[in-house]
């Protein structure tokens, strides 16, 4: 059975930095899309960041160049480094995978397109 744990989420000043991490167990990430959303208040699980099996990342818009996701297969761990944050970037940040797409992600940014879940990590940024 998969298992997907995030870390690195926290609490940090408007601009700085944090580094999230996601450990996967129970299977393979290599072939599987894997990704992170978020939802934070008052909105709908949104897509943050996903890559693919090749290492090809797309971001959601509102990212702007502040984001960079990453993965390291031999070691099942897909990362978020997120830069220069905002207030409006506080909320829980969860880990997901699909295997759907043969190593590709889904054009849609829906979340209902990823069958692989973690628990989430809060992130909090004060301004």
């Known amino acids: 059975q998969a298992l997907l744990v995030e870390s690195g989420g926290g609490s940090v000043e408007a601009g700085g930095s944090l580094r999230l991490s996601c450990a996967v167990s129970g299977y393979s990430p290599s072939r599987k899309c894997m990704g992170w959303f978020r939802q934070t208040s008052g909105k709908e699980r949104e897509e943050v960041a996903v890559i693919d099996d090749d290492g090809g990342p797309r971001y959601g818009e509102f990212v702007k160049a502040r984001f960079i996701i990453s993965r390291d297969n031999a070691k099942n761990t897909v990362y978020l480094q997120m830069n220069s944050l905002e207030r409006e970037d506080t909320g829980a940040y969860y880990c997901?995978?699909?295997?759907?797409?043969?190593?590709?992600?889904?054009?849609?940014?829906?979340?209902?397109?990823?069958?692989?879940w973690g628990q989430g990590t809060q992130v909090t940024v004060a301004s």
């Open positions: 997901a995978a699909t295997d759907g797409y043969g190593g590709a992600c889904p054009r849609s940014r829906a979340a209902s397109d990823f069958g692989y």
